[in-house]
Nanobody, 120 residues
Framework: QVQLVESGGGLVQAGGSLRLSCAAS????????MRWFRQAPGKEREFVAA????????NYADFVKGRFTISRDNAKNTVYLQMNSLKPEDTAVYYC?????????????WGQGTQVTVSS
């Protein structure tokens, strides 16, 4: 089991910045790929960004490229999402996800989410 706790959400004006954190406990954090998703009211959860277990590779949804940066500190068991140039359409609950595939089985763990609200 991996327990994930997000923090850092809040209310910010358009053009502002926030940094989300996701602290992990339980199983060895460093073997998990980490991802951020978000879900706006009335919409499906969507992928935002991902980082491999080593931090060597990252991937972003097109709508955040150039504005968001995902990073991780395995020594602190924490993954971050730096969000710059925020837009009202970035308003959503942001969720942290830990994923590992082993023996053909995918292990997925989710945090409880943190609310991000961007005012225009």
């Amino acid at each position: 089991q991996v327990q994930l706790v997000e923090s850092g959400g809040g209310l910010v004006q358009a053009g502002g910045s926030l940094r989300l954190s996701c602290a992990a406990s339980g199983r060895i954090f460093s073997v998990y790929d980490m991802r951020w998703f978000r879900q706006a009211p009335g919409k499906e959860r969507e992928f935002v960004a991902a980082i491999t277990w080593s931090g060597g590779n990252t991937n972003y949804a097109d709508f955040v490229k150039g504005r968001f940066t995902i990073s991780r500190d395995n020594a602190k068991n924490t993954v971050y999402l730096q969000m710059n140039s925020l837009k009202p359409e970035d308003t959503a609950v942001y969720y942290c996800n830990a994923r590992r595939e082993r023996g053909g089985i995918i292990y997925d763990y989710w945090g409880q989410g943190t609310q991000v609200t961007v005012s225009s």
